[in-house]
């Protein structure tokens, strides 16, 4: 019965750790937009995150702006598969229940390219429900 037990959970185990795992990736460039055209004031704002290949997989990432003044946005959201290398996500979506009051009118007024401090991406394979650690992590500077 015992052996029987091990077998089971060592099966799966391997059933478990091999068929629910994500693809790695590579984030390879990142900046802030603020031209483009046919653009709302809702939608003026947006990060360009490529890959060194297209998500295949949805993904969870987050992401901290800091601009030079030192004010700071962070927030988190998926990452939908999608056949370009490239993804842009709206800026005002990283608005949430602990970013300052005024938060939209400072992204407005100071996350624009060339005001970026420091821009941290983080890419999880699912929601982090802990310390898990990012399976991709890229710091730019000076954007």
């Not at 947006?46 to 998500?55: A, D, G, M, S, T």
């Not at 969870?60 to 800091?66: G, K, N, P, Q, R």
């Amino acid at each position: 019965m015992k052996k029987l037990f091990t077998l089971f959970s060592l099966m799966s185990l391997i059933f478990l750790t091999t068929g629910c795992e994500k693809p790695p990736v590579t984030i390879v460039s990142a900046q802030v937009i603020d031209n483009k055209k046919d653009r709302s004031g809702n939608f003026n704002r947006l990060l360009e995150i490529c890959f060194k290949e297209p998500l295949s997989r949805e993904y969870y990432h987050e992401v901290t702006i800091l601009t030079h003044q030192g004010y700071k946005v962070q927030g988190s959201n998926t990452l939908p598969p999608l056949d370009s290398k490239c993804q842009l996500r709206n800026i005002y979506s990283y608005i949430n229940a602990s970013s300052p009051v005024g938060a939209r009118d400072m992204i407005q007024t100071h996350v624009v390219p060339g005001n970026i401090n420091q821009l941290l991406i983080k890419v999880f394979a699912n929601k982090p429900e802990g310390k898990e650690l990012p399976m991709a992590e890229a710091l730019f500077k000076d954007l």
